[in-house]
T-cell receptor
Framework: EAQVTQNPRYLITVTGKKLTVTCSQN?????MSWYRQDPGLGLRQIYY???????DKGDVPEGYKVSRKEKRNFPLILESPSPNQTSLYFC???????????FGNGTRLTVT | GEDVEQSLFLSVREGDSSVINCTYT??????LYWYKQEPGAGLQLLTY?????DMKQDQRLTVLLNKKDKHLSLRIADTQTGDSAIYFC???????????FGAGTRLFVKA
């Protein structure tokens, strides 16, 4: 089944403790992206990747890192999480930057 | 930059039509999408329209695009309780690397 898989689904952590949210897609998509969803703000893009080893900042990249060492994986790294990064995070992929996005089921992160 | 706006809530009775509206600012927007988000799930593509089209119909869904007013709407005919969800309008520019989302409209369907 074609899908985007994120892990974990839920994560509660403390300020400053490094964490990684994994994202994997099995559709051989070149384009991958991370969004955060906050009430009343919709989805805001954090980072995106056009292909392996090609990444760029979205609208809200501060406090996040990404890497794209393999085509299928696009992890989101929070080196020193802060409470304002408490949010619902979505990974998405598409066959090209102009194609509709396929979303994972989301990771709900709480930073205390 | 691009700004996409939607009203936050809509309540309809089962069997009625729902119309969800969206406005955007950049006239060079080329791909315009509607996504649906059910509780606890990611967003799923419902339908989309290219900017060279005025209307697209897909079963119970009708998308209307008014390029002059930069207004996009999604009409759901014979709305069912299973249509209760958050609906996101999203726009994308050809050759760009971003899809810009509205804040989402939460549709409540009363039985």
């Amino acid at each position: 089944e074609a899908q985007v898989t994120q892990n974990p689904r839920y994560l509660i952590t403390v300020t400053g403790k490094k964490l990684t949210v994994t994202c994997s897609q099995n559709m051989n998509h070149e384009y991958m992206s991370w969004y955060r969803q906050d009430p009343g703000l919709g989805l805001r893009q954090i980072y995106y990747s056009m292909n392996v080893e090609v990444t760029d900042k979205g609208d809200v990249p501060e406090g996040y890192k990404v890497s794209r060492k393999e085509k299928r994986n696009f992890p989101l790294i929070l080196e020193s999480p802060s409470p304002n990064q408490t949010s619902l995070y979505f990974c998405a992929s598409s066959s090209s930057s102009n194609s509709p996005l396929h979303f994972g089921n989301g990771t709900r992160l709480t930073v205390t | 930059g691009e700004d996409v706006e939607q009203s936050l809530f809509l309540s309809v009775r089962e069997g009625d039509s729902s119309v969800i509206n969206c406005t955007y600012t950049d006239s060079s927007s080329t791909y315009l999408y509607w996504y649906k988000q059910e509780p606890g799930a990611g967003l799923q593509l419902l339908t989309y329209i290219f900017s060279n089209m005025d209307m697209k119909q897909d079963q119970r869904l009708t998308v209307l695009l008014n390029k002059k007013d930069k207004h996009l709407s999604l009409r759901i005919a014979d709305t069912q309780t299973g249509d209760s969800a958050i609906y996101f309008c999203a726009v994308h520019h050809t050759g760009g690397f971003k899809t810009i989302f509205g804040a989402g409209t939460r549709l409540f369907v009363k039985a």
